[in-house]
């Protein structure tokens, strides 16, 4: 028997009022990968991140998670399901101190073990974050304050972790770091879906990718294959 | 000539009175940090407070029970007014919640008019808080100690909640970014009900303090003090909680100060003088003394 994927989006719409931002898209993420959505600014990328994690209200079609129809359901729930977003600009807590913001990060869990197990992950992968654990997260430069909220997503060791645009605005070499972290993460059983405009590099450490222009899947494929055909393009359109 | 008691003693009366304004203000302010609203029924919840004590004292409670009493009702009546008159407008504008927040507050006038009385009553207030303490060479009334204690004691309390305690935490996270709070599984209906508890404990707490002053109790009661506790959460930085103890100790002095020292002549215009002092400070600080975090990430 198939096993059914971590995430199945079908036929998935979203509107804000008249304008439809996503048009009916379908997409699969099978456990242990890393898949990327690309496409320029306004493709609907973000509004997909956010509709499948609760934030914006699904207008059609259905989202699955761990074989459960999860459409619709408010983004409080999704922790505990072992789903997570790290939102576009980090979005950390800045009057909160660097602990404050893992703490929250851990809300959802009771477990008190668990919780525990959770700090020492993300101080392992991130001991810069341990070294400031006292400060308010809004004195963190921004490579660290992308750590810290990656680090917050991973507190309620999510199954699936949703990035949007981990790497906007940050230094080439921060660039790196993160994304050699996200092989980091996969190794360590974390699926990833993640969001970006750094094409190149983001198909560099994918495993499949999905295209996005005005709304719907334009392309998608293995990560490999779309960086050929990207360096076809580039031989006979003059792209890049 | 101006003496230094008379100052220390004026001192005692601006922190007393500044420090209810700031109990109010941070009610304010917790409610409006988390959802946008600015609550102008929180006059009506000190209102049920000072009618608890009240009741308490018409059936014979001591003082130190009706205390804990009137704060309860006031938060019972918070967390009441959030299930079924802001709930429904959450996500309205914030033009919308504040004329429901009108509503709420006519409709419970009324209601104290006509199930209670339009006139004040009187509440029963202990002998030993209108007796007063010699101090070195002042004079200073047990009311008011009472009143900074019990106003130090919130502070103290409100401040280890909101940085100790994992749902205080949670409340300062939403009241920065409400959307992400929710992706870390903290629920919005508990937050804000939450919030409104609070609001409701600092408006019990402050009536309490009201009351004391006066042995009354009235229908419009919470009208001037919370328009007060509007100013001082403007002054302060609105949705900023220090910004709001700050707004609230500025405008207790400011009043105190110009009611002592203003020329008698001109004590006819305090009112309108101490708000110009506002104003002048809005005018160097437009967003208060200690603006709010939110307001700040929105510039930078």
């Known amino acids: 028997m198939r096993v059914a994927p971590l995430l199945e989006l079908r036929g998935l719409n979203v509107r804000y009022g008249a304008v439809e931002a996503v048009r009916g898209i379908d997409i699969v993420i099978e456990r242990g990968e890393i898949v990327a959505l690309l496409g320029a600014n306004g493709a609907g990328k973000s509004s997909t991140m956010n509709t499948i994690v609760g934030l914006t209200p699904v207008a059609g079609g259905r989202v699955f998670f761990d074989q459960d129809d999860i459409t619709n359901r408010p983004a409080e729930l999704m922790p505990q399901l072992g789903l997570t977003l790290a939102p576009e600009g980090r979005r950390v807590f800045g009057t909160l101190s660097v602990e404050d913001n893992l703490a929250m990060g851990a809300y959802a869990a009771s477990d008190r073990a668990a919780i525990r197990d959770a700090y020492e992950r993300v101080f392992d992968l991130f001991p810069i974050l341990a070294e400031r654990r006292r400060q308010f997260a809004g004195t963190l430069s921004g490579g660290q304050q992308q750590m810290l909220a990656i680090g917050r997503a991973l507190m309620c060791s999510p199954k699936l972790l949703l990035l949007d645009e981990p790497s906007l605005g940050l230094a080439p070499k921060i660039v790196e770091q993160v994304f050699s972290l996200l092989e980091t993460l996969r190794a360590r059983d974390v699926t990833l879906f993640v969001v970006e405009q750094n094409v190149a590099q983001a198909l560099a450490i994918a495993d499949r990718a999905y295209m996005m222009a005005s709304g719907r899947i334009v392309d998608s494929g293995p990560a490999a294959a779309m960086r050929d055909e990207r360096a076809l393009e580039a031989v006979y359109l003059g792209h890049d | ?300």
């Open chain 2, 1 to 300: 000539m101006i003496d230094a008691a008379l100052i220390l003693q004026q001192l005692v009366n601006a922190i007393a009175l500044g420090g209810t304004y700031a109990l109010l203000a941070l009610g304010l302010a917790v409610v409006f940090s988390i959802m946008g609203l600015i609550n102008f029924a929180h006059g009506e919840l000190m209102t049920i407070a000072g009618y608890v004590l009240m009741a308490c004292g018409l059936i014979g409670l001591p003082f130190g029970l009706a205390v804990p009493l009137a704060v309860m009702g006031a938060m019972l009546a918070a967390v009441a007014m959030e299930r079924i008159a802001f709930r429904p407008v959450r996500n309205a504008s914030a033009a919308t919640m504040l004329v429901t927040s009108f509503a709420v507050a006519m409709i419970l006038q009324v209601l104290f008019q006509n199930l209670i009385s339009a006139r004040s009553q009187p509440v029963i207030i202990p002998d030993f808080l209108s007796t007063s303490l010699q101090i070195g060479g002042f004079v200073i009334g047990v009311n008011k100690v009472f009143a900074i204690v019990l106003t130090m004691i919130m502070l103290v309390a409100l401040e280890l909640f909101m940085t100790r305690q994992k749902h205080g935490i949670a409340m300062r996270a939403a009241a920065e970014d409400f959307d992400v709070a929710r992706l870390m599984g903290i629920r919005a209906d508990t937050v804000i009900a939450g919030a409104f508890a609070l609001s409701g404990m600092l408006a019990g707490v402050a009536a309490v303090l009201w009351v004391a002053q006066r042995g009354s109790a009235d229908p419009l009661m919470g009208f001037t003090p919370v328009l007060k506790a509007f100013i001082a959460a403007i002054l302060g930085g609105l949705g900023s909680l220090k910004g709001a103890v700050a707004g609230g100790m500025m405008l207790g002095f400011i009043e105190v100060f110009l009611a002592a020292f203003l020329p008698s002549a001109w004590q006819e215009f305090r009112e309108p003088i101490a708000l110009s002092l506002v104003v002048l400070i809005l005018v160097a600080r437009p967003n208060g003394l200690i603006p709010a975090a939110a307001l700040k990430a929105q510039k930078a």
